[in-house]
């Protein structure tokens, strides 16, 4: 099975808001957008709300998410095999809209709560987090 994860998409069509969010990682933050108008939190960051379509132009940082569903998987997602396998797994936050699937450490499970670690140098990608690991 090929493993896709949301985010790579979402690079080639970043946008302001999503360059903000990008650069967020870079400073090692993880943050969501939120809606001026509805209030909604939404990830991945669009410039436009999912809810109500209003034009989105903040973002905050989030706290712990936690692990909805997850895999293993043996190869990496180009299709490489990877040395030993790895846990993919979709994370949600609290009252946040979306989320986002990533890899996890080894003794992470379903339905732990779980902080993104940052690699000590970043250049502004989703790959700047390792993984995410329990928090
Ligand atoms: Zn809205």
Redesign the pocket.
Known sequence: MEVRMEIEAYEYTAGPLGDRWLNEIKQGRLTAAK?P????IFLPPKLY?P????RVVDLIQLGKGKVEYMITVGVDDEGKELDHPAKVAIIRFPNTFGGLVHYVSDDVEEGDEVLPEFREERRGSITDIVRFRKA
């Open positions: 809606c108008s509805c209030n909604t709300c809810k109500c379509r209003s």
